[in-house]
Every structure is written in C-alpha cells, then in structure tokens.
C-alpha cells in the first residue's frame, strides 16, 4: 500500500516523551513519508509543558500542542497544576483541552479530585470554544456521565483511545463526540474490530498514542505515527473500504474537530 500520496492525522501522540529524544527527527521523516501531516500532542502535567511546547516550536504546523491535566497526575498539588494549566491557556491559544479525563485503573486515591480537575477543564474549553480529548480508564460510564451535561451547552471532543463496548461507543457518538482508534485495533482478542463494524467513518479519528499502545505486528516496542498505516489497513479491512477512504475521512473529520484560524492558516 502507497501511503505517500494520502494525507493522514495523528490526533494523539507524545512524541516530546524522553523515548524520542535520541531519534525525533528521524521519527518525523517517517511519518511524513507515509503522508502524516499533523501530530496533535496531549499534554500531560508542568514537567513535560516545556518539551511539548519545544516540540511544537521544532516543528510548527507539523507537530501541534494542547494543555491540560492528566487524570493520572491529578494529585495533592491539583490546585497548582489547574493553576499552571490556566496560566498557559491565558498565555497563548491551544487548539484543545487535553488529554483530561478519569483514570481509576492505578489508584482512587483521588477520585474526588479527578472529577473536580475533569469538570474545571471541560468548563475552560466550553469557554474558550475549544474541544477537549479524553483519558478514561476503568471509568468509561463515570467519564460519559460527567461529559453529557457539557455535551449539551455545546462541548466537542474525542474519546481517545477507545476500546469500549457497541453500547458506550453509541453513547458516545450520541453526545457529537469522536472516538479516536489506535493500536488497539490491531490487537487479536481486543474485540474492537466487531464493535466498530456498525459506527460509521464520519465518527472516527486516527492514533498512535506513541510512544504507547504499538500496533501489530511490532506490539511490545517504542510506538510512532508512522503506524498509523498499520492501524488504517486494519481499520480499512474492517470496515470493508480502501486504506485511502479511511485516511480521507479521518482526516476530514480531524480537521473539523481541530478546526480554527490560527491552525488552519499553518
């Protein structure tokens, strides 16, 4: 399959992680070399804004930032990294608000806080008319509950890394949110092939999440979006369309989602 002549978007990807640092610019050859045109880059917490934001300098109009606060590192000091989150969203224009979400997978220690870190940025990007990208783990009823009532004043989104059931992907796809595909896909007993069969293109998005959740065949090493190809070839034979049908309306629909001035003039 000839990818050079596709446009493809990696809507998640942490390629500003410490795993890239000896390699990034070969990194960004190969994506591009198999059509990927942009990497949209999740924030995580204030140890990793600079090299994000480095990152996004390196490569403009290539490689482009979002802020927030990963449920994962909402911990004791959650006031100060809403704080450092709200300082840069005041500094500059982002083009979303994540990745943010619920995660209680590792520890719910602060599952109170969580939900009050989630609401506070779901309530920023309402205000900024931004779309927001979401973590959820072991918490996929808890996050759609949460976002619904932000979903009906006009919130937009993506449900990042989705490998949820038929029900929560309707459910989702009911409050106008995407599901963005990864990895995962290409995994034999995920069960993600059969529950996309019946969700439409015009709902779904592309991902790596790099340097995590690496597609077959190479599963267990460092993930790039250059394996966005592998994830589109798995998603095309599922779905029964051409690789380049699905690259065409993934993109479609990243662009829509992403869509603003200021970005859209890169």
Not at 105 to 126: G, S
Not at 166 to 177: H, N, V, Y
Request: hydrophobic letters at 40%; glycine letters at 6%; charged letters at 25%.
């Amino acid at each position: 399959m000839d990818f050079c002549n596709m446009t493809i978007i990696d809507t998640h990807a942490h390629l500003y992680s410490e795993e890239f640092q000896e390699d990034i610019d070969l990194v960004i050859e190969r994506a591009q070399k198999v059509g990927v045109s942009k990497i949209y880059l999740p924030a995580i917490d204030s140890t990793e804004t600079e090299a994000m934001l480095n990152l996004e300098q390196k490569f403009p109009g290539t490689c482009i930032a979002m802020m927030g606060l990963h449920p994962c590192y909402v911990k004791e000091n959650v006031s100060d990294e809403l704080a450092h989150v709200r300082t840069w969203l005041d500094k500059r224009d982002f083009v979303a608000i994540g990745e943010i979400g619920l995660d209680f997978y590792w520890d719910k220690t602060f599952t109170d806080q969580q939900y009050e870190a989630f609401d506070t940025q779901m309530q920023w990007a309402l205000d900024l008319n931004r779309p927001i990208v979401i973590h959820t783990r072991n918490a996929m009823q808890e996050t759609i509950n949460r976002v619904k009532p932000f979903a009906q004043k006009g919130l937009k989104g993506i449900f990042h890394c989705f490998s949820g059931s038929a029900e929560s992907a309707k459910q989702i796809i009911d409050l106008g949110f995407l599901l963005g595909i990864g990895g995962v896909i290409t995994y034999k007993n995920a069960g993600l092939p059969e529950v996309l069969e019946n969700v439409g293109l015009e709902h779904l998005v592309l991902e790596t999440d790099a340097p995590y959740l690496t597609p077959v065949p190479f599963r267990g090493k460092r993930n790039e979006s250059s394996y966005l190809t592998y994830i589109i070839n798995k998603l095309a034979e599922t779905k029964g369309v051409s690789a380049e049908e699905i690259a065409r309306v993934t993109t479609m629909n990243a662009e829509k989602i992403f869509q603003h001035p200021i970005f859209a003039a890169r």
